[in-house]
């Protein structure tokens, strides 16, 4: 069956770097666009990276963009997302996402989620 499997979460200081991993398996990894999401108490959950099926483009909202990279390994079936200057305001739990649009902005499979606290 279709499995994500997110992991690396933790707790970090402000100006801190965290790198979260996701496990794919049970569907075509590399014909599959991947997104890390994620949802803090009383918010809805947002985006904040894509990857194209081929790794050859990404996408960033302007809060994380220049602090967050996303990228996959597709003959590991990993995503990666490198998060560098951590603020409180990023604490949330972090989702992997799966979906076979690089455009598509509802449906596919979604991990368990990894909390991420940025605190001193």
């Known amino acids: 069956q279709v499995q994500l499997v997110e992991s690396g979460g933790g707790l970090v200081q402000p100006g801190g770097s965290l790198r979260l991993s996701c496990a794919a398996s049970?569907?075509?990894?590399?014909?599959?666009?991947m997104s890390w999401y994620r949802q803090a108490p009383g918010k809805e959950r947002e985006s904040v990276a894509r990857?194209?099926?081929?790794?050859?483009?990404?996408m960033y909202p302007s809060s994380v963009k220049g602090r967050f990279t996303i990228s996959r390994d597709n003959d590991k079936n990993m995503v990666y997302l490198q998060m560098n200057s951590l603020k409180p305001e990023d604490t949330a739990v972090y989702y992997c996402?799966?979906?076979?649009?690089?455009?598509?902005?509802?449906?596919?499979?979604w991990g368990q989620g990894t909390q991420v606290t940025v605190s001193s």
């Open positions: 996402n799966a979906r076979p649009g690089y455009f598509s902005e509802s449906g596919g499979y």
């Open positions: 990857v194209r099926s081929d790794g050859g483009s990404t």
């Open positions: 049970g569907f075509d990894f590399g014909s599959y666009a």
